[in-house]
């Protein structure tokens, strides 16, 4: 069965800091997505890696992608406030079906 | 342009009872999907519609949920009877394509929130 497994799923750091979320599987996949959830909110897709070595960045936040390994990480650069959400890997296995980590629930203090 | 909107928004039925939830995907979104997360759990996939069809189902747990997609437009998720570990967060999901390399985006609703008491 798939697992896909993130860590951590609590992470607390102050502004300013930098951290990064890991988030593995176990089986093959050439996509990966990250969510990031505010709360009562829907999902709000971050990045979408396709290939092996694929990193893309969009504010604070770089998303990479490491297929042989089986890895992504999520990497937070001097955190700020509003980046306090929970943030979801996702595996497409097929078609679209996605796998879901626990998700990280991030909180960035002053 | 509007996004994919779940109705309703928060439900409390008792157990046994039906409660239907509705999901409009984003116009021209082929592809439609039901996820729950329920009890803090990790978010799990339920089923994917494309157009009017099933294109996979594998993630419904059991015969009490039925999910329809009449016409290809809106779906529908019914859950009867209602049991108490069927509480969760409900996601609907759309996307214009699927598979091949275009990383298609998923675009999610804002959940409709089930409590059964």
């Known amino acids: 069965e798939l697992k896909v497994e993130q860590n951590p799923l609590f992470l607390s750091m102050q502004e300013g800091k930098n951290y990064t979320i890991y988030c593995n599987y176990s089986t093959t996949s050439d996509r990966l997505y990250w969510y990031r959830q505010d709360p009562g909110k829907s999902l709000e897709s971050l990045f979408v890696?396709?290939?092996?070595?694929a990193v893309k960045q969009e504010g604070r936040l770089m998303a990479s992608l490491d297929t042989k390994a089986r890895l992504s990480t999520l990497h937070i650069t001097a955190a700020v406030h509003d980046l306090s959400a929970t943030y979801f890997c996702a595996v497409d296995i097929n078609n679209n079906d996605m796998r879901f980590g626990a998700g990280t629930r991030l909180t960035v203090k002053p | 342009e509007a996004g994919v909107t779940q109705f309703p928004s928060h439900s409390v039925i008792e157990k046994g009872q039906t409660v239907t939830l509705r999901c409009d995907p984003i116009s021209g979104h082929d592809n439609l999907y039901w996820y729950r997360r329920v009890m803090g759990k990790e978010i799990k996939f339920l089923l994917h519609?494309?157009?009017?069809?099933?294109?996979?189902e594998s993630g419904m747990p059991n015969n009490r949920f039925l999910a329809e997609r009449t016409g290809g437009t809106y779906s529908t998720l019914k859950v009867q009877p209602a049991e108490l570990e069927d509480s969760g967060v409900y996601f609907c999901a759309s996307s214009q394509g699927y598979g091949g390399l275009s990383g298609n985006t998923i675009y999610f609703g804002e959940g409709s929130w089930l409590t059964v008491v």
């Open positions: 519609f494309v157009k009017e069809s099933k294109q996979d």
């Open positions: 890696l396709l290939s092996n070595g």
